[in-house]
């Protein structure tokens, strides 16, 4: 069965220094998607960053990028310059190559001033 | 940039009513997806579908039950709501371009059956 795990329930950071969001994932397939999602107090999801995993290079998105490393089967995320904006829960979720999503448990990221 | 919509955004019902919560999209994608999510708590699939006439029930076991008649509309139906059927519902729907898979999540229905 595929799974993903995040084990950090809880961080927190301060305002304008960088955190890390931890995930692995479990699968036996080679071709797959990796995702994290945001989802602020008005519960809509974001997606904040995707990777492909056929590609070795780290998918960045501004103050998001993410490492990827998949012989670990680690997919973790690192905000740098953190905001007060950024303040969610952080989702990371894995996709099948049937398009199946599976998401993880997720990690309330507080940021603070 | 998403446009994906479900209706109602809340909704407050009394035990034993039969609810449809709509989710419909207008980007032509062949996937679309129901997840159930209790405060706090992880995403749960509960329904999915690759195109017209297609639906699976996800991992977790729902009462719920979904149709796609049509592409961009994939209303989930609840045919008796009971106060364990509490909890917020989000639809997204997703098209596999080969390289650029991307999903995209409306914003949600809360509901509460009293």
């Known amino acids: 069965a595929q799974t993903v795990t995040q084990s950090q329930p809880e961080m927190s950071v301060q305002e304008a220094e960088t955190v890390t969001l931890s995930c692995t994932y479990d699968?036996?397939?080679?071709?797959?998607?990796l995702f994290w999602y945001k989802q602020p107090p008005s519960r809509q999801m974001i997606l904040v960053i995707r990777?492909?995993?056929?590609?070795?290079q780290n998918a960045t998105e501004n103050r998001f990028s993410v490492n990827f490393q998949k012989a670990a089967k680690s997919f973790s995320l690192k905000i740098s310059d953190s905001q007060l904006g950024d303040t969610a829960m952080y989702f990371c979720a894995f996709m099948n190559q049937g398009g199946k999503l599976i998401f993880g448990q997720g990690t309330e990221l507080s940021v603070k001033p | 940039e998403a446009d994906i919509y479900q209706t109602p955004r809340y909704l407050v019902i009394g035990t034993g009513k039969k609810i449809t919560l709509e989710c419909s999209q207008t980007?032509?994608?062949?996937?679309m997806y129901w997840y159930q999510q209790d405060p706090g708590m992880e995403l749960h699939l509960i329904h999915y579908?690759?195109?017209?006439?297609?639906?699976e029930k996800g991992d977790l076991s729902s009462e719920s039950t979904v149709s796609r008649i049509r592409t961009e509309h994939f209303p989930l139906t609840l045919e008796s709501a009971r106060p364990s059927h509490t909890s917020q519902y989000l639809c997204a729907s997703s098209q596999d371009t080969g390289h650029n898979e991307k999903l995209f999540f409306g914003s949600g229905t809360q509901l509460s059956v009293l």
């Open positions: 990777q492909e995993a056929y590609k070795q």
């Open positions: 980007m032509g994608h062949d996937k």
């Open positions: 699968t036996s397939e080679n071709n797959y998607y």
């Open positions: 579908s690759y195109g017209v006439n297609s639906t």
